[in-house]
């Protein structure tokens, strides 16, 4: 086995070469020769400098995730960051790609650092429940200042090159193609430089306003999360402690943040979304079809989101229509979009026009035969989408995928209207299709291995996190929400109001409750639209048009800037079918809501394991998480309930007359 580590002699320059595919990630191997080569440079009179860079795509990414969990080995990273901070010789970062977590801890301990114009560095270990835990909190504010320090630890987002120079994180930029000579020639230039630059050594000035204003600005978005609260206490305490005495507040929160459950939460689903990727039954190495235009049925507000990842991707997107003023209304939107998210910086004008020259809108569905991907995306009726099935099965080219984006029919109907099933798959977006990163791929009966291959690596191209789901009604997100739904309706008729059981959800962590999420939606989704046909209060609110947010009126009133509040009105509908229906009221307390509407939720969960619809249980987490917004620093509903104990949640849904699945009390499935 190669060595990770190597060095080279440049003169009296010592170039030191890291080199662990596929993204050089810290692991012992890499920690202990970067150790030796540091010791190798000391011992060497004729060094007068050092150049630590690393071969292949990017800078150091990360830890080694293999050592998650496990005893750390020596050299430990924080040990290893001291000691290249102690070089008597001067050491020069050279990055590329990306410097995170540990790759950004050994960039601030190394004296000066140097990057391409492409390269990112970040501490994104917040995201993981935790804090950059070799020495991140108490180097940055030193060397970038409080507010810079704050942003990059609290949110664990990266900055660019550009930025973290504009902050005196990056001391000079070298050419795309030219970093390992620039970086040489920079350490040649500083190499006689006296004191050397120690991060360490440095003050860090206090700011609290920019602490106040930081807080203020992320209040909703640390809602009750322990990690961010933890990074910003140790950025504060690098102002008002030594050195030394800072290092050790932050191991101290390290160790607290890594004993929690909120870091073993996210660290679960850290390794749950990589798990999601892999396909029961179907090798990694299982060819992919080539995809180079995607059809889209429907240009209406998910299929225009649809055509926008594949657009974004640099993928060329045919998109259908059958009336001309609803496909220029969908272009219209889709151009809306992009143009406001180069307005935020996010991409340029040129790239706008660019995947605005990759659609082609038509209203000949006959175009769709050049597609290799064609998804339908119209509304849910099964009836529509077996004659659109038909109709692709008579053009699409052989070979070609077709893919439905259906969120509760079932897909092996719809290919039984193909003579080609194993073609068939479902590709379930979430709305907004072009932000919300979750993807279903449905498993059809008959869904060649090759297709489904080939989907879950394309969501993994269009920045999607996919989970397979088998054929079952709703599949696995929305087979779980309906049950919530019907409790949260029950109680609503057993004393319960909407503002009482979306607070306790938004107190849960959810970002809104079930009747704040069907006014976003819209009330008369999946309405009859019969005003006299009315059998239950969504159908009284549908029928006075009270449809929600877009008629400022749904189980809440709104304001013109759609604020809500409670509704007298919907208080005497709910008043008038609970007369009408008999029901029996009584004090419906936080935790009964709790306990029926997300315990159902878990044991519905079971139910579709025990069935085969979803692969594994952290599958489930990760669909809730990304698709429905369950709090991440709780896990998921299947790791929360083994969190809680099954004994605890199977109590709940028996004192509330719900059959529980076999798998919460132990006993093997039929």
Not at 5 to 26: C, F, K, M, Q, Y
Not at 311 to 324: K, N, R
Not at 622 to 651: L, N, Q, T
Request: hydrophobic share 45%; aromatic share 6%; net charge negative.
């Amino acid at each position: 086995m190669t060595a990770p580590i190597r060095t080279e002699r440049h003169g009296e320059i010592l170039v030191i070469i890291a080199d662990n595919p596929p993204v050089n990630a810290l692991g012992a191997a890499v920690r202990a020769g970067l150790a030796r080569a540091i010791d190798e440079a000391a011992a060497d009179d004729a060094v007068a400098a050092v150049v630590l860079r690393c071969a292949g795509r990017t800078f150091f990414a990360g830890a080694d995730i293999t050592e998650f969990g496990k005893p750390m080995q020596s050299p430990a990273l924080p040990d290893l960051v001291n000691a290249i901070e102690a070089s008597i010789k001067p050491v020069v970062a050279a990055i590329h790609g990306t410097a995170l977590g540990g790759g950004c801890e050994v960039a601030l301990g190394c004296h000066y650092r140097i990057a391409v114009s492409s390269a990112k560095i970040g501490t994104p270990e917040v995201k993981l429940g935790l804090l950059p835990g070799a020495g991140g909190t108490q180097r940055l504010p030193r060397l970038a200042g409080v507010a810079m320090a704050l942003e990059m630890t609290a949110t664990g987002d990266p900055v660019t090159a550009a930025k973290a120079q504009a902050a005196g994180l990056i001391d000079a930029i070298a050419g795309e193609d030219s970093l390992e000579a620039d970086a040489i020639a920079y350490a040649r230039a500083i190499k006689a430089s006296r004191p050397i630059p120690r991060a360490s050594e440095k003050k860090a000035d206090s700011d609290p306003d920019a602490v106040a204003a930081f807080q203020r600005a992320n209040a909703r978005r640390f809602r009750e999360l322990d990690a961010p609260a933890a990074n910003i206490a140790c950025v504060v305490k690098a102002t008002e402690l030594p050195f030394a005495e800072g290092l050790a507040f932050e191991r101290a929160a390290f160790l607290t943040l890594m004993a929690g459950p909120q870091s073993a939460a996210q660290r679960h689903l850290f390794f749950a979304e990589r798990q999601a990727a892999k396909i029961d039954g179907i090798p990694a190495d299982t060819l992919r079809r080539p995809i180079r235009r995607v059809g889209v049925i429907g240009a209406g507000t998910m299929g225009g989101g649809i055509a926008m990842n594949f657009l974004s991707a640099g993928l060329a997107v045919t998109i259908v229509e059958m009336e001309q003023e609803a496909l220029d209304r969908g272009v219209g939107v889709m151009r809306r979009n992009y143009e406001a998210s180069a307005a935020k910086g996010r991409m340029t004008a040129d790239q706008v026009e660019a995947a605005m020259a990759a659609l082609t809108p038509t209203l000949d569905f006959d175009a769709l035969a050049q597609c290799d991907l064609v998804i339908e995306a119209v509304y849910e009726n099964m009836e529509v989408k077996k004659d659109i099935f038909a109709r692709l099965d008579a053009i699409a080219r052989p070979g070609a995928m077709l893919a439905s984006n259906t969120s509760y029919l079932d897909l092996d109907e719809i290919a039984a209207a193909t003579r080609r099933p194993e073609d068939v798959v479902g590709m379930h977006f979430f709305s907004p299709a072009n932000v919300m990163k979750l993807l279903e791929v449905v498993r059809g009966a008959r869904t060649a291995p090759d297709v489904l291959a080939t989907v879950m690596a394309l969501a993994k191209t269009i920045g999607k996190v996919a989970v397979v789901a088998g054929v079952t009604f709703g599949f696995i997100g929305n087979r779980m929400l309906r049950q919530r739904q019907a409790a949260a309706n029950a109680l609503l008729l057993e004393g319960a109001s909407p503002e009482q059981i979306d607070r306790v959800h938004v107190a849960f962590g959810m970002p809104m409750g079930p009747f704040q999420m069907a006014d976003l939606a819209g009330v008369d989704i999946g309405w009859h639209r019969d005003p006299t046909r009315i059998e239950n209060i969504r159908e009284a609110l549908a029928a006075e048009s009270r449809w929600g947010q877009k008629k400022l009126a749904g189980y809440y009133d709104y304001d013109e800037r759609r604020t809500p509040s409670p509704s007298p009105r919907v208080a005497e509908i709910i008043d008038e079918w609970r007369t009408r229906t008999g029901t029996p009221q009584h004090t419906v307390s936080d935790e009964e809501i709790v306990e029926r509407t997300i315990y159902p939720m878990i044991n519905e969960g079971a139910l579709i394991l025990e069935e085969g619809m979803a692969q594994r249980a952290s599958d489930i987490d990760v669909v809730w998480v990304y698709g429905y917004g369950w709090p991440a620093y709780r896990g998921g509903p299947m790791f929360w309930a083994k969190s809680e104990g099954h004994d605890k949640i199977v109590a709940g849904l028996k004192k509330h007359g719900v059959a529980v699945a076999d798998s919460l009390t132990g006993k093997q499935p039929g």
